[in-house]
């Protein structure tokens, strides 16, 4: 089977909520077979950023914050969303958006208060293919210095926090890591660096 024999027709969409926030759909689909599989829900959110950024000392740049999917305080690292020049925080992307490296810093700066003179994209990878289209650019930040205080939004709450490699690897290998972009970003940071 060809891949253009895989792909499925949408047959119908009802945007259950759009707002400035999020497009959540409840679609039907007509599967390659021919048979229509409905509801499947999906949504639209920006594109965002997650940066792997180490200090002159070679400890890592973490913050604390609430999440609330989960309901707990969770350490990770830097991210956040890809300004766009419409404002909303999804849609079809285009070149006046603000690009992703300009993004990386500025959240480093405006969470943390550390900047980098040393930059690496790891990867563009889609966020959550099974129902979202929006993607994570991954990057990595290496001698960071702190030259500020925090810049947060008005829905930020958050503490920095420096940990060494070994502790990263194991609040991952516990599960204290919980953020699986942020897992993902950790071990391609670390696997890029072997090389």
Sequence with gaps: MDDKDLIWEEVSTEHIVQDEWIDFRKSAFRFPDGKIFEPYYTYSRRDYVVVVASDEEGKYICVKQFRQGIREVTTEFTAGGIE????????????????????????????????????????????????????????????????????????????????????????????????????????????????
């Design 84 to 195: 766009r020049s419409d404002g909303k925080e999804y849609g079809e992307k285009n070149d006046s958006n603000e690009d992703a490296l300009d993004a990386a810093k500025r959240e480093l700066q405006e969470e943390t208060g550390y900047i980098s003179d040393e930059w690496r994209h790891l990867i563009t990878i889609p966020s959550n293919a099974t129902i979202a289209d929006n993607y994570a650019y991954i990057f990595e930040a290496k001698n960071c210095r702190k030259v500020t205080g925090q810049s947060l939004d008005e829905m930020e709450f958050l503490n920095v926090e420096l940990y060494t490699a070994e502790q990263i690897e194991e609040m991952i290998s516990t599960g204290n890591f919980k953020q699986a972009m942020h897992v993902m970003a950790w071990l391609m940071s670390k696997q890029d660096s072997k090389k």
